[in-house]
């Protein structure tokens, strides 16, 4: 699986954007697919995961009401609606897809990893 991450910019606090990871392959739907971002300086941090058919989502607790995963398997694409953003969002996204597991908050969980989109919000 080879996957393709974009939508990321500059944005000023409050505002919104909509990253789009798109994967290769037939077999999209059997992945579990996750966002994680890392700032300079930072560890790798979890913020969302969807389920193969998209009926299941994960949050960061931190995040949870201003981001929203979510999916389209005919279009073999995940997306991260983000609403409401804070210059403490500001890092490099990264979507990843994962064949199976026991904690998508784990970026250990994950088999394949896109090469991430870089998210700047401004004060």
């Known amino acids: 699986v080879q996957l393709q991450a974009s939508g990321g910019g500059l944005v000023q606090a409050g505002g919104s954007l909509r990253l789009s990871c798109a994967a290769s392959?037939?077999?999209?739907?059997?992945?579990?697919m996750g966002w994680f971002r890392q700032a300079p300086g930072k560890e790798r941090e979890f913020v969302a995961a969807i389920s193969g058919r998209g009926g299941s989502t994960i949050y960061a607790d931190s995040l949870k009401g201003r981001f929203t995963i979510s999916r389209d398997n005919a279009k073999n694409t995940v997306y991260l609606q983000m609403n409401s953003l804070t210059p403490e969002d500001t890092a490099v996204y990264h979507c990843?897809?994962?064949?199976?597991?026991?904690?998508?908050?784990?970026?250990?969980?994950?088999?394949?990893w896109g090469q991430g989109t870089q998210v700047t919000v401004s004060s």
């Open positions: 990843a897809a994962a064949r199976g597991g026991l904690n998508y908050r784990a970026y250990t969980s994950y088999d394949y």
């Open positions: 392959g037939r077999t999209f739907s059997t992945y579990f």
